[in-house]
Each structure stands twice: as C-alpha cells, then as structure tokens.
C-alpha cells in the first residue's frame, strides 16, 4: 500500500536523522533537524503517524454511528497536536501555513483551526545573537551599537517568517520597530515547499475527499513576496496612499535607507491587539466600533481600491484612542486602527471586482438569479450556494429564504454550518480549486475578520451590511464606467457614465433613508422600553403609598 511505503520512508529518514541528530562541527554543535535532511524526516514521520492513525481509528467503524463521529473527533485532536508540533519544530514556512490552516474555519474540523490559531499571536523565537547577526549583514554594521541607541532584546511579536524588535535610532533618537527576518528561513523554504507539496499529494491519495493542493499552491507563489522586505515597504506605502480618505487608519512610516530583504526599519505605533479582551475593557472601548471601522477599510481595500491585506490577523491589526484633539468639536472617530505587516497583498483585477461586487450585493438584497450567476462567473459552477455560504458564513437556506440583512446569525445556525463542513468536504476543496486565486486571499482576510466579528458578538450585524453595500455600490460605478468605456465614445458613453452616477447616488440614498429608518425604529424600541421602565415604578410606588395609607387608617 502507498501509505505504508510512506510511513516506511518517513522511519528511514527518521533513522538518518537520528543518528547524527547533533554533531560536532570543530566549534559549534549542529543540530541537524533544522536542516533539509532532519525537516523532511520529521515530516515523513508526522504525516505517516496522523495517516496510520486515522485509519487504525476508524477501522470497521460504521460511518452512521455516534461511535464512529466520537472516534473521528479524538483522531483530529491528536492529529492536530501532531501537525501543531511539526509545524512549530520546523518553524519558518511550515507555520505560515499553520496559520493559514488555523483560519479555515468553513473548511477544517474545529480540532485543527483551534490548535493553528495559536500560531497567530505565538511562533517560535530566534535568538538574539542570530536577529544580531542578520542585521549585521544586511546593513553592513559591526554592532547594533553603530545605528541604535538602544535596542530591545526581547521581541514584541514574533511571527512565521520574522520577528519585531522596539529599538531607538542613534540617530535622531526615534522610537522604532525593527522587523528581522529569521535566519535561514529564506534559504530552505524552497525545500520547504516541495515536502509540503509532497504532504498534500500524499493526503489527497490517501483520504481524497481532503485535497489541499491550492494551499500549496498558494503559498507558493506568495512566499517569495513575503520573504523580500522591499515589497512590504512598497506596499507599505501604497495602502498609505489609498487609504487617507480614513483619518482614523494609521500605517507606520518606513525608513528606506535602514531597511532591505531582510531588515524593515519602521515608526513604533502602539496599541492593543484587537483580539486584547482585557485591554478593551481597561480603555472601555466599543466593540461594535471596532468592527465597523475593520469593516469600512476592508470593504474600501477590496471593492472600491482592488488592493487588499491578505493577512489581518488579530497580531496584525491593534487599536488605540486618538490622542486628544485640539477643537472642542469634532467629527472625527475617537479610535484609530493600526494596520501592521503588509507583506501579503493581492491586486484584484477589474473582472473579480465586478462579479465580486455584484455577488455581495445580490446576496445582501436576496437576488437569487443574482447570486447564481456571479457565482457560476467567478467559478462556482452548479455549486453556487456552498460558494455562498462559504462566501457570508451564513446558511443557503438563510441567504435564500429569508436574507441574511433580515436575520441574525444564531448559535444553531452556525452549529449547522461546521457540523455540515465536514459532509460537504469534498465539495469545498472542488469549489476553491476552481475559483480565482484572488478569491482565496479575500476569503482568507474574510476568515480573520470573521473571527474577530465571532468574538465581539456581533457577527452579521446589519450595519456591516450598510457599510459593505456602500463600497459595493460606489466600485460598480467606477467598474460599469471602465467597461462601458471599452464599447461606446461620444455622447453615448458620456450617457452612460451619467446613467451609471446616477444609479450610485440613487442607491446611496436608498441606504441612507433605510438606515435613518433603522435609526427611528430604535429610538421608538428604546422609548417604548423607557417607557414601560416608568410605569412599573409608577405603579410600584402607587402600590407601597396605598399599603402605607391603609396600615395608618387602622385603629390603634
């Protein structure tokens, strides 16, 4: 059997590892699991455990039974643990694409999203002495000493590919961030990436229902973008530039002549995670704010600019207040959003946008043939809904019945959606092998900010639908008008572009008179409240001067 060859090569490779697992090289002892030979050899042997074990577990078992699903659940677990330990060891790419796991919620048992999402705020560290090193290289240096006053030998964050440092410039003497890419990560991902890709063909032959093979796919071609700094400080600077129409988005200012590929030299911003409970209730902050504002910047990066953060993930993102303003009037927000690491971004083309757009808003206004045929253009084919639902998080039968603006998520319905992920397995691996693979980063920025929305307890709010239907709106315009451009000229074109204002600001003031309708209703739900609060202590009041009246009126 081809597994059982599998798990024989995996002990080989084991028996090399091993046997020399350090060795004395004159001065230093190398410890060889960090090395091509140790990382395939610990892979080997993980994926031939977790194979041996789902298929020990489940033997005989009748798929029917509670027993069976009770099993099931037992062998996740401990293959979660498993794939958690594997990718910790062998750190760099492999907790990349832990993370990227640890989001799959619509996709993955809880077992394993639980366990990779602590992969999201805690990776494994590189030592001082080796972060020293790197930036000794890559800014021709010979101490710390020669560019920082002071520099903090205790990471901020530690991520999959670097870790973040606060440091003081020598010169100027400015607060900032120094993010240093973990030695030898770039060297062996591309060794990496071929024992995954040979993981997820092992997977599909042996449980073919769980084909991952777009994962690696992906990532792929997004390591080498990651893994080069001056792509992070471009793009850096280029979400900068987009989003200065939102005064309350802050993204750290980047010291070219102090970074390269591997060094990025940026402002210190402080703030708290947006997933710091505890920092949310020390500074009272709203939690329906917060994921408004999270709300309007996606929305604006992925309808209207086409230029989107692929990675918001709680460690990514923190939240502060806004320092006092100056006017004692003033719109702006109390609150600023910090946007942090940008080395993951993905430019839509015009095509995605526009069927993307029209998706949301057939889904947000119940347009069934709407739905059906956005989804069949960005590659869905007959299996539109589960595109859908994997799309909103939401249930078909809640997206087609009764509308998902109208209906508020419950614990039942998405109890429903995960139990109902593992049955349609196979067809969610079919529908993200045929979508774009622009669809695959937006759903991953999806998951995260899903995630966030799960935890401040207002997922499916009906304001996020207001805001997300605005961007929506205002990128067919523009998307409408690009297109009309390429077929009419003249005073056809110039009728065209009119008409296409026009349906923006009509559905503009449509949503604006339904959320001003929302607004009244409310205002009358709370004085209604209000109102009932009164009279019960009217009453209560009445009914204690009655008794006290009645026990005065008796004869002594």
């Not at 240096?141 to 901020?156: A, H, R």
């Not at 990436?193 to 071609?221: H, S």
């Not at 572009?497 to 929302?518: N, P, R, S, V």
Request: charged share 25%; aromatic share 10%; proline share 3%.
């Amino acid at each position: 059997m081809k597994w059982f060859k599998l798990l024989a090569s995996g002990f080989g490779a084991l028996s090399v590892g091993s046997a020399s697992i350090l060795v004395l090289d004159e001065k230093n002892i190398i410890d060889l699991t960090d090395y091509p030979v140790g990382r395939a050899a610990r892979t080997g042997i993980t994926l031939a455990s977790i194979i041996v074990d789902y298929k020990y577990a489940l033997f005989g078992l009748d798929k029917e039974t509670n027993e069976y699903e009770t099993a099931k659940s037992k062998a996740h677990a401990r293959s979660a643990k498993k794939m958690f330990n594997l990718c910790w060891k062998n750190r760099g790419t492999y907790i990349k694409v832990g993370q990227h796991l640890g989001a799959m919620d619509y996709l993955l048992p809880p077992e394993y999203t639980t366990a990779f999402k602590v992969l999201h705020s805690n990776a494994p560290q590189s030592s001082l002495e080796e972060i020293e090193q790197v930036i000794k290289e890559d800014l021709k240096v010979n101490s710390l000493s020669d560019v920082f006053e002071e520099f903090s030998p205790k990471p901020l964050g530690t991520a999959s590919l670097a870790q973040v440092h606060k440091a003081t410039l020598k010169s100027g003497g400015s607060n900032v961030a120094v993010k240093v890419q973990h030695p030898r990560v770039r060297d062996l991902s591309d060794k990496d990436m071929n024992m995954m890709d040979n993981a997820l063909e092992w997977v599909q032959y042996c449980f073919p229902e769980f084909d991952l093979m777009w994962l690696g796919i992906e990532t792929r071609n997004n390591l080498p973008l990651e893994l080069d700094f001056t792509v992070e400080a471009r793009n850096c600077k280029q979400a900068k530039e987009n989003l200065k129409c939102f005064d309350w988005v802050k993204i750290p200012k980047i010291y070219d002549n102090l970074s390269t590929s591997r060094v990025l030299v940026m402002e210190f911003m402080e703030g708290g995670q947006v997933n710091d409970m505890k920092f949310f209730k020390e500074q009272k902050i709203d939690f329906n704010n917060v994921s408004s504002m999270l709300g309007k910047l996606f929305s604006e990066m992925i309808f209207v600019q086409g230029f989107v953060h692929c990675d918001p993930h709680p460690g990514n993102i923190l939240i502060r207040r806004r320092k006092s303003n100056s006017s004692w009037f003033s719109f702006k927000s109390e609150l600023e959003l910090v946007l942090l690491d940008h080395g993951l971004y993905r430019r839509l083309s015009e095509d995605f946008r526009y069927h993307y757009a029209n998706l949301w808003q057939a889904i947000i206004n119940k347009d069934l043939k709407g739905i059906e045929k956005h989804s069949r253009e960005l590659g869905s084919g007959e299996m539109y809904p589960l595109l859908t639902t994997i799309v909103t998080g939401r249930a078909w039968k809640v997206v087609g019945d009764q509308g998902i603006k109208n209906v508020a998520l419950t614990k039942e319905e998405d109890d429903e959606i995960r139990d109902n992920a593992g049955v349609f397995l196979p067809h969610i691996s079919q529908v993200l092998n045929r979508v774009p693979s622009e669809m695959l980063l937006v759903l991953k920025a999806n998951d995260h900010l899903r995630g966030l929305e799960h935890m401040y307890g207002v997922r499916g709010h009906l304001s996020g639908f207001l805001d997300m239907s605005r961007c929506c709106l205002r990128a067919l315009r523009e998307l409408k008008v690009n297109r009309t451009r390429k077929l009419e000229s003249g005073i056809s074109l110039q009728w065209s572009i009119l008409e296409h204002t026009l349906t923006l600001y009509i559905g503009l003031f449509k949503l604006l008179a339904y959320e001003w309708y929302l607004w009244f209703q409310e205002v009358r739900k709370t004085k209604r409240k209000s109102s009932r609060q009164n009279h019960q202590v009217t009453e209560t009041t009445d009914s204690t001067m009655t008794g006290n009246a009645f026990v005065l009126k008796v004869p002594g």
